[in-house]
């Protein structure tokens, strides 16, 4: 690129950045300060050298379990952990949909790890990992239940739980219990759902020595776009459309970071990390371009800001198996710790948030 060029970019970029916050409504700010100055994908001096194809410990024999990986990051972290890792299995939980529908993610995803495996086999004898569909809606605990009733009639056995699945969107909404739609699914199913799997998780670590079991859970540097106080308990139960949709989705990734610091201070024989995957061009982002002004302006320089999925899954795939993780620490991409905010950081609104959450299951009976 010339030094005109350079110029006449950043000359362009600075007058769309002033025409957005020009025109962007208050609740708009938050989401475009943190996408615009936020976290940069690549990693400083200080971060973590991860490559895939070198630095991935052996997962043989063990089991996987990854929410929304029928999506973009998801998919490709299960492509990356078979292609790589070679677990004995991995679950895919994600929304309920026909056999056909299901059985097209699971051909999608061997198809990518292994290419023709006839043809590709070769003289690597290594065992294909096995790819398996839960059913799974996280607006809905009866579903949370079901599909962990049915994972636990399969499986003794859980190395890597990675609580992936999330939504952002402009359009209030509440799930089946009457949570606010983003704290419901985003914190509250998956808190659920790490609460009923924990235990076979706590086996795990203690019958199989020499390895561990570790929960990964997708937070993001937009947890920083939570309202005033972090968390606004007395209206969770409501759709919270008196917040902003950048609030509603930032109040639950904070929730996710709160959730990784208790569940590693209570689960000692657990490695329990949070990660921001950093800013990826997604279908869920594609989504949102449909309903927010902010995101359809901004997609000229969308390029510039984010990283593709092949990127944007690096802090996953280290996380899940670094042995370099400290559990309890929220990381940004490539396991770079010490970027949280201060209400990330504070232990009594993380306490706060625990308690309130087991008074909101504790009617959910376990499963053995």
């Not at 029928?70 to 994600?94: K, M, N, S, V, W």
């Not at 495996?117 to 839960?134: A, H, K, Q, V, Y």
Request: charged letters at 20%.
């Amino acid at each position: 690129m010339t030094a005109i060029a350079i110029i006449t970019w950043t000359t362009l970029s600075g007058l769309l950045i002033i025409f957005i916050f020009a025109i962007a409504r208050a609740e708009y700010r938050d989401m475009a300060r943190v996408t615009l100055f936020g976290s940069n994908n690549q990693a400083p001096s200080s971060g973590a050298t991860f490559d895939i194809t070198q630095d991935m410990p052996s997962m043989a024999g063990k089991v996987v379990l990854i929410t929304g990986a029928a999506g973009d990051l998801g998919r490709q972290t299960a492509i990356e952990l078979a292609r790589h890792g070679r677990p004995a299995c991995i679950y895919i939980a994600d929304l309920p949909r026909d056999q056909a529908a299901q059985k097209g993610i699971i051909d999608r995803v061997f198809h990518e790890a292994y290419g023709d495996s006839s043809e590709t086999m070769g003289t690597d004898t290594s065992p294909r990992t096995e790819i398996r569909f839960l059913d799974l809606d996280l607006t809905s605990f009866e579903s949370i239940r079901a599909c962990v009733a049915e994972f636990l009639a399969r499986e003794k056995r859980l190395d890597v739980l990675l609580l992936n699945a999330g939504i952002i969107r402009v359009r209030t909404g509440q799930t089946t219990e009457g949570y606010e739609v983003h704290f419901g699914l985003n914190y509250v199913g998956h808190a659920l759902l790490a609460k009923l799997l924990v235990p076979t998780m706590v086996h795990t670590a203690q019958k199989h020595t020499g390895t561990d079991a570790r929960m990964v859970v997708v937070s993001s540097e937009g947890h920083a776009m939570s309202p005033k106080g972090g968390i606004q308990f007395d209206k969770l139960k409501t759709d919270c459309a008196q917040m902003s949709y950048a609030q509603r989705y930032g109040q639950s990734k904070l929730a996710l970071i709160a959730l990784t610091k208790q569940m590693a201070h209570r689960y000692p024989e657990l490695k329990v990390a949070s990660v921001h995957p950093g800013r990826i061009i997604t279908g869920m982002a594609a989504g949102l371009a449909e309903e927010s002004l902010l995101v359809r302006l901004t997609k000229p320089i969308a390029p510039y800001i984010c990283v593709p999925v092949a990127i944007g899954i690096l802090n996953h795939l280290w996380a899940a198996t670094s042995p370099d993780v400290v559990s309890g620490t929220y990381y940004e991409p490539v396991g770079v710790a010490g970027k949280e905010s201060a209400l990330a950081k504070d232990n009594d609104l993380s306490m706060r948030l625990w308690e309130w959450t087991e008074g909101e299951l504790k009617d959910v009976k376990p499963l053995k």
